[in-house]
């Protein structure tokens, strides 16, 4: 006999029942501590503040003991799905494992408690790990330099997009404002070009999913500071005309810029720099392993061609002849400072962590079990639920459900919240926004075939039922700690801070 | 699994690539490492490194050597937090939703706003960030940020503010170290849309926030308050002022410093500007059962609906540390909390005594500190660092060049941690410093 | 409104629904690591064991990657109740909550990574923290001396005994092997008498539940080694004559032993040394603090009375003039030697982080609320479940389910599994054995007011159901991730090892 | 609460205490820290100890300086197998009871044998007991110990059978430092119903496990081997040379030493022996829904239902640290094993090269070793670990006094986490200890 057990397979899927906790604001008792301070233990003093400089009242946090803290926010973690319990395969996520011996690398003494202010001279090993995480990044994505600084994905198209403006305006080319984007683009690529003071302009997409030559050449201009393209694209498809791209950009006298947030399918396979682009940035918490913590921090360094390094923000690590390294300044107006610091420096620590413990080999291994675990899903989901672009899979693939709508009436949304019944995960869904009913699945490197074959059993299973009880689907998710939540009421009626317990039920 | 896709091996999945961007050599990366020669190598890194574990620290500027409970690290490496996605599916992510959420509360709480965010970057790319809510919710393009703004904050801002074609004015400070309110009247022209106010500032000192904001208020114009979060737990929040925006670096709840990142910014506001906001927002609805849950909501200002018309761009943001200082509060509690601030002031004031009573080393400005505060010294303020620091101590910020401070100021910051001991070495070694001929000491 | 809540409090109770994972056996594949060890990077050298020294086939273990592994155990941790989800009133366990600083300060480098054969020279730190966790146990015990050597409460009643039994043989007085145990003891302390080689002799409780003096000067005699007493006793009530209990032992040549596991209740209050005793053993992972881990490891360190230190096993922690500290062997022959090498040293280490945490004055503050919590919860439950020996409770109070039984049919049992549907651990039920449908509950100090008022209203809750629906107790629980289990079938046909999945279902 | 209970104070709550034994003052403990100098108390201690992560150690002799897998603790630390008590309720416990059954399984697969317990103290409490049931089963008062015995489990073993009124019977060592089948025959006597075989023997020399199996079996007492459980990886299984019971110390699987505690002793045994084996035991069964599940079995052995009549008297046992090793055994899997264990013959083979080249160092025995092994030094080695130790060295424990070593005699291991280069340097500390004339060396 066996337990609940994954529908057609032995893997067994973990059912869901937890309580949302009462707020922590309505917990505890006056008078309770989690956490004394130390007392002081100098010459007395007498320190007070004028009344007038004072808050009126204190601020009104609730009274917790420790083990009190312990269990709300125990009991919360309870509620979460998370990628140490089951698959996670949202696409354009990159929710792959991560090795738990980069948390404890971090965490080292020496590391986590160094000062911002503190300089080269108090941290040379820190310098020599950053400065060989920027060499790492560069022969990976074949660029001559390297920024560490930005903070996320959009922090680092955002860079790359100060760097393409600071370089056209280093050449008077101050006209040169238009940067191009596929209709197939992340949503962060265009909000990007808007702040960093350009103006993106949509291409269409062609009918396999690629990018349209014709509307490209149509569009380049003396306006053209750049193009922005993922790649592979959001559809998980690589972009196969990207050498005439660059050179219809190059000649229309544009950067070009590659959102690489995808570089998990190509890794050791082919590079950006040998492609034709000139900045990318790399989503490093996705492909190269950061816990995403239920939404960061994250890393998104930028890697630029050598003309481009001049426009890098400071301050920029140097290697001395004697083996020691220096913080350099860079020369000229600071206009690409983006962070206090020097960005999310414990991401990138573990992101050198995740390139030494696989090597360059081990990179490219992780690239082609990427790819080959996607192409394994979709050969066998295909049937069930086409893929519009099905033109060469990489690392993921976007489906329709389109087919399940009309013949039965259920969306896509309903197939995602059907899988939480069953334990897993739902994919991406509703983009890229090119896709009707799009349904993007990225299963990553590590997850085993067991857990591949769980979910295509699972779909199998919930295709069934969408035909027999489609209300399964469209009332789903039926296990789960809550149901369907009412999105479009906390919208209209924000509540987003805690005033007493709700009383809207 | 090659069977089942029908192909003959991995590489024919990569067939399709062109030929001429195909990598022909492997990557020139080292062999991979086992997880113990990786740990072995980090360990050398950081043995080459001397951080505050080992120093007596009196650096701040924004960032300080505070207590980390115990208590976090259990909680936030259970991988239902650590290893959990941006919650788009609520369902399964009530835990962040409602961690959030409590987060978004307590931020509400500390400053007396009525909307917080989830989470900025760092408080430089939040004090941006809130500066063109403020200018977009007033149509207008110039800022006043005051002389004595956080450095690094004003660079931050500086580039941003270069993209969107804003003009920067800057506040007066008078001579005692903090705004002028009838100077920052003049310079608040028609064009002003906002003005930003850092309090403490970076000189360490508490700002007239009370005449600033009425100033700012008669002109029409959003105040936008940068402050240390555990400051407000004895000073005035930014509401009181009429901040309609504050934002600011929670890096001393709970978080490690680790050279300054991962940090973590929080961004709050009026009700009026909450369609304007960066960043992700929890709000709590109900389900289909009818009980209580949470949801990212608001999601019409962000770049995943809105594209190029998005109110920012941020999509990852620094959701483990909003959970670390989510935790470090719920420690707290109010009289934590307002233990911790008068922990710090009273180390302050400890520390300012202890120079009062050095030769050679002077209080430029006399106006109440919370954490921080300028040391005038005789002597260079950087060669004095680079005596302590070969004792051991790192002794704060040299101040020259910023806002008309001199080679002499030296921007020295406390926290709950600092003991009689350390402060009376601190002064101990300042004495030394400042009674050596200079050859002696930076020899 | 409110999301699931505890009965009759708003207290939220959480719910259990969780799947037992496959066995681990039967995951992974061949091929498959979480780990891997270094290369040899040394000169090539050629390792081979003559071939009839080496096992003729590997050990046959499944081969998971590192992901298998976090997924496997973490899917098993969910299925298990512990404190930092809710109660665990299991009486004689004293579960409190465990300080998280302790678990930070053990993990240190220069303490978790000491080796035993090192000597003083390099462990003087440590060599001082355990000489002050001496000296502060003898204050709280009233002792002169000191041993943490016993790994556990049992190893400390066994080095007792040796103890008591080497004190016996110095003077020659090698007959004195009686050791006078009270009927409601625990079953560690006949036990341990046993294996030191001396034997146990069984004294009736009196009608309140305490010594009977009588029938102990019966049984003293001139075989008479010394008494194990429990003080408070598993009745959670004091030995109020123990002055002449001491008398009496005393007087017959005898020495008095306690079995400090119920030290929680009377810190700060009084001390067995002053009552009388001349040995004790302290349970440092109950009273001090040591997460219980699913069984241990814990701690139990013993006290003795200044004639008794000569017969503590060495090596010995001995502080010299200058402020150092060695490492002392002990004369004569070894004849209490009970461990390789200084027992559970990182319990030790946590329980003297407790103690400096506390001070004394918190330690007191301690067993006060030890006792106020145990007498708040006995007020409220006396009406629904009698306590026969109720006279004066300090930290615990054993309850008879005997009423139940007779009036609903429903034992002791069967409430302590309903109690877990309700997301409540039961109480240690059927000990003491003098109590008839035992049902003790300790609720320690750590427990917030909300918890007890949580119980009580389960309680009152169960109390209820017993009388209209008893099937509710009795096939309970019912919400667990699993059912009653069959314990008889378990030991009848023993399946210890994992051959295969179960096919007996 | 205190109206609930009906009194005035807390203080009434103990006046039924006779007034006499009362403490009339209150503990002379310090006043209690905070959290923040509690961690700074033991940071102190801890810079006073120089444990293995800073020098490079080749202590063994039972416990060893092995990889601990950064998987393990964040699984361990998880509140739910950390907090948890014994597995009392097996409902609301099957996460510690699978694991306990699973790491039953593991030390099945590497003993060979049928039956494992929960966990013991350590290694040394684990053969005594097993000694024990061994002479129970066969109601004999005698056991055999190989001279080569580790003298902290022989200590032990020693405690324990006076207690119970048992012989202690020395086995002889040949030249070649392992048991002597022939003249370990000559001294089984009637008596005898127990023979220790330790494997590798405390010299870190392989037994002849075959022969010693054949005259154990031949005499009719039960062979009880106590064995280092890395090296089951590749050495025949206690099974397979007719052991009827094994113990060990599991501390290499995962477990800080902790200056030796706490470790991880483990007891296996044939079928026969299930029901007189100490500790708890696992056994799997099906609940009332007929699904799988896991309860404590056999639990009639038991002292809390034996109580005199028990076959001991262990309680709580190592539980956390059974969990450690099952989570290590879990990452390695047969390979892994496997390569673990050529990683530590590789490496011993490594340093006996080294030291078979330096003139006035050898090895006195030459039979086949796992990760250990004595090193003959013409001098004192007691003067070459002190020696060692000047430059960062653990060297080893010294063999003076112990089966007829010499005071030049050293038992030096390795694990699988030296490096050529810490070998190499231990060679070059060994040839510069043994050339320099004694003063030189040891001032
Ligand atoms: C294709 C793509 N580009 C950019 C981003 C933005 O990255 P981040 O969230 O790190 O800012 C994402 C993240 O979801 C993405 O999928
Ligand atoms: C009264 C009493 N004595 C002794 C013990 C045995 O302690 P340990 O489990 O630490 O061996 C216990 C533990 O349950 C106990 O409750």
Redesign the interface.
């Given at each position: 006999m066996s337990n609940e057990s994954c529908p057609a397979t032995e893997v067994q899927a973990q059912r869901w029942n937890a309580t949302l906790p009462a707020s922590i604001f309505d917990k505890g008792a006056p008078g309770r501590r989690g956490l004394t301070f130390p007392r002081w233990d100098g010459q007395p003093v007498e320190a007070q503040l004028p009344k007038e400089l004072c808050r009126a009242e204190g601020a009104d946090l609730p009274s917790l003991s420790e083990p009190e803290v312990m269990r709300h926010f125990t009991q919360l973690s309870t509620l979460n799905h998370h990628i140490e319990r089951g698959m996670y395969p949202l696409g354009s996520c990159t929710m792959k494992y991560n090795p738990r011996v980069n948390e404890q690398v971090v965490a080292l003494s020496g590391l986590a408690d160094l000062h911002p202010e503190q300089g080269p001279e108090d941290i040379q090993g820190l310098l020599e790990a950053l400065d060989l995480l920027e060499r790492s990044l560069c022969e990976l994505t074949g660029f001559a330099a390297c920024s560490l600084i930005p903070a996320a994905g959009a922090h680092g198209e955002y860079l790359g997009m100060l760097v393409i403006r600071a370089y056209h305006q280093s050449r008077g080319d101050e006209d040169r404002t238009e940067i191009l984007i596929p209709d197939s683009a992340h949503g962060t690529n265009p909000a990007s070009v808007v702040i960093a003071g350009l103006k993106p302009r949509t291409i269409k997409s062609r009918k396999d999913g690629r990018i349209d030559l014709d509307a490209l050449r149509a569009a380049v201009s003396d306006k053209t500071a750049g193009i922005m393209i993922t790649n592979p694209n959001t559809l998980g498809l690589f972009e196969n005309d990207i050498q005439e791209v660059s050179r219809i950009i190059h000649e229309a006298g544009g950067r070009l810029y590659m959102d690489g947030a995808n570089m998990n399918a190509i890794m050791g396979k082919t590079r950006p720099g040998d492609m034709g682009f000139d900045v990318v940035h790399l989503n490093i918490h996705k492909t190269l392993s950061t816990p995403h913590g239920g939404g960061g921090p994250g890393g998104g360094p930028i890697c630029v061609a050598e003309d481009l390094e001049q426009f890098l923000p400071g301050p920029r690590i140097a290697r001395q002849d004697d083996g020691t390294y220096t913080l350099e300044k860079v020369p000229g107006p600071d206009s690409t400072s983006i962070h206090s610091y020097f960005g999310n420096v414990g991401i990138c620590l573990r992101a050198l962590a995740y390139i030494l413990r696989n090597g360059g080999n081990g990179l490219t291994r992780v690239s082609e079990c990427a790819v080959l675990n996607a192409n394994y899903l979709l050969a066998q989901l295909r049937d069930i639920m086409p893929v519009p672009f099905d033109t060469g899979c990489l690392h993921e693939f976007v489906a329709s459900g389109s087919r399940w709508k009309e013949e039965f009436g259920v969306r896509t949304l309903d197939i995602g919240k059907r899988l939480l019944d069953h334990g897993l995960h739902a994919p991406t869904i509703y983009f890229p926004l090119i896709v009707d009913e799009a349904f993007m699945v990225e299963p990553t490197e590590t997850e085993p075939k067991e857990s591949l074959d769980c979910f295509v059993a699972t779909m199998k299973s919930i295709y069934q039922e969408a035909q027999t009880n489609p209300e399964l689907l469209t009332e789903a998710p039926h296990v789960t700690p809550v149901g369907r939540l009412d999105e479009a009421g906390a919208a209209r009626n924000p509540d987003l801070r805690y005033l007493g317990p709700c009383n809207c039920g | 699994?090659?069977e089942?896709?029908?192909?003959d091996s991995?590489d024919d999945?990569?067939a399709?690539?062109?030929a001429?961007?195909?990598?022909d050599r492997?990557?020139?990366?080292?062999?991979?490492?086992?997880?113990?020669?990786?740990?072995r190598?980090?360990?050398?890194?950081?043995?080459?490194?001397?951080?505050?574990?080992?120093?007596i620290?009196f650096?701040g500027?924004?960032?300080y050597?505070a207590?980390v409970?115990?208590?976090i690290?259990?909680?936030?490496?259970?991988?239902?937090?650590?290893?959990?996605?941006?919650?788009?599916?609520?369902?399964?992510?009530?835990?962040?939703l409602?961690?959030?959420?409590?987060w978004?509360?307590?931020i509400?709480?500390?400053t007396?706003l009525?909307?917080?965010n989830?989470?900025m970057?760092?408080?430089?790319?939040a004090l941006s960030e809130a500066i063109?809510v403020a200018l977009a919710s007033r149509r207008k393009k110039a800022v006043v940020l005051p002389e004595t703004l956080?450095p690094?904050?004003r660079?931050?801002v500086?580039?941003?503010m270069?993209?969107?074609?804003i003009t920067i004015i800057d506040a007066p400070v008078g001579a005692d170290g903090t705004i002028d309110p009838q100077g920052l009247a003049a310079v608040i022209t028609d064009e002003v849309g906002c003005v930003v106010i850092q309090n403490p500032n970076y000189l360490g000192l508490?700002e007239q926030?009370?005449a600033v904001g009425q100033v700012v208020k008669d002109s029409g114009a959003v105040l936008v308050a940068a402050v240390n979060p555990v400051s407000?737990?004895?000073?005035?929040?930014p509401a009181?002022y009429g901040a309609e925006l504050a934002v600011g670096?929670a890096q001393p709840f709970g978080i490690?410093?680790?050279?300054?990142?991962?940090?973590l910014g929080f961004l709050a506001c009026t009700d009026a500007h909450?369609r304007r906001i960066p960043g992700?927002?929890?709000?709590?609805?109900?389900?289909?059962?009818?009980?209580?849950?949470?949801?990212l909501?608001?999601?019409?200002r962000?770049?995943?609906?809105?594209?190029?018309k998005?109110t920012?761009?941020?999509?990852?943001?620094?959701?483990?540390?909003?959970?670390r200082a989510t935790?470090?509060?719920?420690?707290?509690?109010?009289?934590?909390?307002?233990?911790?601030g008068?922990?710090n002031?009273?180390?302050?004031?400890?520390l300012k005594?202890t120079v009062r009573g050095i030769q050679g080393a002077a209080l430029p400005f006399d106006g109440?500190v919370?954490n921080e505060t300028v040391v005038r010294l005789d002597k260079s303020a950087q060669g004095f660092c680079t005596y302590a620091?070969r004792h051991g101590m790192?002794a704060g910020?040299p101040l020259e060049g910023f806002a008309g401070c001199g080679g002499g100021d030296l921007l020295v910051a406390v926290t709950?941690?600092r003991?009689?001991?350390e402060?009376?070495r601190f002064g101990e070694l300042l004495k030394n410093y400042l009674e050596s001929p200079t050859e002696e000491v930076t020899s």
């Open positions: - | 699994m090659l089942v896709i029908g192909t991995v999945l990569f399709h690539l062109p001429e961007v195909r990598l492997p990557l020139n990366l080292p062999d991979g490492l086992t997880e113990e020669e990786v740990r190598y980090f360990l050398s890194v950081a043995r080459k490194n001397h951080g505050q574990d080992e120093l620290s650096l500027g924004g960032v050597d207590i409970p115990a208590a690290d259990p909680l936030v490496s259970r991988s239902e937090f650590l290893t959990a996605y941006t919650p788009y599916q609520p369902e399964v992510s009530q835990g962040t409602q961690a959030i959420y409590e978004q509360s307590y509400c709480r500390l007396g009525e909307v917080s989830a989470s970057y760092d408080g430089a790319t063109s956080n690094r904050y660079r931050v500086c580039t941003s270069k993209g969107e074609g508490v926030v009370d407000l737990s004895v000073l005035k929040t009181e670096e490690k410093p680790s050279w300054g990142g991962p940090l909450k992700r927002v929890v709000g709590r609805t109900l389900d289909n059962r009818g009980q209580n849950g949470y949801v909501t608001l999601q019409t962000e770049q995943h609906i809105r594209r190029e998005a920012s761009n941020i999509c990852s943001n620094q959701g483990v540390n909003a959970l935790v470090y509060l719920a420690m707290l509690g109010t009289e934590g909390l307002v233990e911790l008068e922990s002031l009273t180390r302050i004031t400890a005594e109440p919370f620091r790192l910020i709950e941690k003991t009689g001991a402060i009376a």
